[in-house]
Structures are given as C-alpha cells and as structure tokens.
C-alpha cells in the first residue's frame, strides 16, 4: 500500500473515531451549552486535516485533548486553541485570544494585550488612583526591539493590568516542552501575548472547571503512553487505563465500552470526577441515588459502593447524562 493510501486510510480512520458515539459521548458530559459534540467533533477533524502529524498520535491522547478543550469551551480550531503533535502525545495550547474570550464569558471587559519595542512610546504606573497607561506606535519607522509585552483590562470603574519583559517571558519560554519547536519559533510575539494574558487571567473570575483545564494545558508533560488516561481517570491505580493499548485498538472503533473493561477499573474516581465537574458534592449525589434510584441506606462513600454494589456504580456512570440532569434540576428546586 503506498504512503498516499495509508494517509488517505488513516485519515478516515482518525475521522470515524472522532466523530464515534463514545467520543461524542464524553465530550457531552463537559461541553458548556454553546458548543455540541457535533460541533466540536467537526472542528476537530479540520484540526486534524490541516495537521497531518496529529494522525501518528495516540488515540487515547488526542481524546484526552478533545476532552480539555470540551471542558474550557473552546473548540480546536487553530485561531483561539492549537492541538499541536508532541511525538505521539497531542498537546493543547491555548492561544492569548481564547483567554481574552473565556475572560469576556465571565464578565471581564475591554480586554487588549500587546507587545512594547523600543522605539514604541509607553508608559504604565500605578497611582492611588488606579492605572496610567500610554502605549504609542509611530508606524512610521521601525519599531525596533520587542523588550515587554503588556495585557490590560477593565476592573469594574477601572483598568487593571499586567507588563511582563522579554527575560520573564523567556523564563516562562524556557520552562515549556516546546520551547524549541512550534509557535514560540514561528510566533513568538504572539506567545508573548498569551504569556501577559494568561498571568493575568489568575486575576480573572474564571469558572474553576475552566480554569482546572487551563491548568492541565499550561502543566503539559510529554506522557509514556502507558500512563495516558481519560480526563475522568476511571481508574483503579496511577498507571492502569481505561482501555488497553491504543495499538490493539483497530484504527476507526471507539473505544471500549465499560462492560468490556469492567474488571480492571474502579468508577469511584470517575464518578468523583464528574461531580467536581457537574459543581454536585459527593453527598448530594449519594443523597439522590438513595433517593431516587434504591440505593442502600448505608453506603455512605462512593469507595463503599464500589465495594459492595460495584454494578450499581457502574450502571450511574454509564447513565450519567440523564442523572445529572435529574441532580441539576432538584438543586434548581432548591431540593
């Protein structure tokens, strides 16, 4: 078979799992209400298109990327977030305009970030009166010189901000696995921006779940394969996954379902996992299985459920969707 068919082949391949009811699936369970899984499974088959080196990454990876850019709300479409190939790891950036629009959904306005050169005019203190700032550009002539690069933001009645130089954000720079390669070579201004942006978006009210996945973007770490697991970790220890090896998996087939891999996870963790990311407390939902589906009385952890009724653990994080949206709407009720 020649190069040419195999990348045909494989590009239907990747397309079929992107686009498979198991994906979709989870990436559902964290989508905010803007965003469908159609949506998002469309945008990253483009993705995946205009990046052909995304094909030799791990499926497991390049779901686990889908999933945080699901969970921030952000579909993958090379403007406001980057899945960009790290070996056979895929690896999420965030771009300084994907911050600015997460930043603008919770309420922080007149958002504008840029960077300063030598022969720009500028001028940035802070007064008892609040934040003076004077940034100038004679396009004229050369600008010279990037040394600093600024984001500023309007706090209530007034502007707020942050100025990072060029030496802290190659500090920042020489901390990343992809210092060397990718946009900090190709774009570094506009690396420099989402650096300044993104200290300043830990000044911003952002969702905690928004923010967690900002979190694991920013904290990436090439992974062995091996220990790569699904955002919800339904795992029973650090280095056990909820499907085996991508390999044995045929390119195209979703992934396994949790009948086929029932005797090697623990769905405690996943459940956990999606009640931190549904905002329900471990309580309330054991509260509303006793409740609502005949759970017994004197289980009361998930780790207990886990041990004595395993299959009914099972079964709700199988059902999760339609349970969420009963637990939803009693707290609406004030239940």
Same mark, same amino acid.
């Given at each position: 078979m020649s190069n040419e068919i195999q990348t045909v082949s494989a590009k239907r391949d990747i397309r079929a799992f992107i686009q498979s009811d198991a994906v979709k699936q989870q990436m559902a369970m964290v989508l905010p209400k803007h965003l469908t899984p159609d949506n998002m499974a469309r945008v990253a088959c483009t993705a995946v298109l205009k990046t052909p080196k995304l094909l030799q990454c791990k499926? /497991? =990876?390049?779901?686990?990327?889908?999933? #945080?850019?699901?969970? #921030? !709300? $952000?579909?993958? +479409?090379?403007?406001? &977030?980057? $899945? &960009?190939? *790290?070996? %056979?790891?895929?690896?999420? #950036? #965030?771009d300084w305009k994907g911050l600015v629009v997460l930043a603008k959904r919770n309420g922080v306005a007149n958002i504008s970030a840029d960077i300063v050169c030598e022969n720009d005019e500028f001028e940035f203190m802070r007064t008892s009166e609040g934040l003076t700032f004077k940034h100038v550009v004679n396009y004229r002539k050369p600008r010279g010189e990037m040394f600093a690069a600024y984001c500023i933001w309007k706090d209530g009645d007034q502007f707020d901000g942050e100025v990072m130089t060029k030496e802290e954000i190659d !500090? &920042?720079?020489?901390? =990343?696995?992809?210092?060397? =390669?990718?946009?900090?070579?190709? %774009? *570094?201004?506009?690396?420099?921006?989402?650096?300044?942006?993104r200290r300043s978006s830990k000044k911003w009210p952002l969702d905690p779940e928004v923010d967690d996945a900002i979190n694991q973007a920013d904290g990436f770490v090439a992974p062995k394969p091996e220990t790569i697991k699904p955002i919800f970790g339904v795992v029973e220890s650090p280095a056990a996954v909820i499907a085996p090896e991508v390999d044995d998996i045929p390119m195209g087939e979703p992934l396994p379902t949790p009948e086929t891999v029932a005797k090697t996870i623990n769905y405690s963790n996943g459940i956990r996992g999606l009640l931190a990311i549904g905002k329900i407390t471990?309580?309330?939902? $054991? +509260?509303?299985?006793?409740?609502?589906?005949?759970? %017994? %009385?004197?289980? =009361?952890? $998930? /780790? /207990?459920?886990a041990d004595i009724a395993p299959s009914k653990l099972k079964a709700a994080y199988e059902d999760w969707t339609h349970i969420l949206d009963e637990l939803k709407k009693l707290k609406a009720k004030g239940v």
């Open positions: 499926q /497991e =990876s390049l779901l686990q990327a889908l999933m #945080i850019c699901s969970q #921030i !709300g $952000l579909p993958p +479409d090379g403007r406001l &977030i980057h $899945l &960009i190939p *790290y070996g %056979d790891v895929v690896q999420v #950036i #965030i !500090g &920042i720079r020489k901390r =990343s696995k992809a210092s060397g =390669s990718g946009p900090w070579v190709t %774009d *570094y201004n506009e690396m420099a921006k989402k650096t300044v942006v471990e309580a309330e939902f $054991l +509260d509303f299985m006793r409740s609502a589906h005949g759970w %017994d %009385d004197s289980l =009361s952890t $998930l /780790e /207990e459920v």
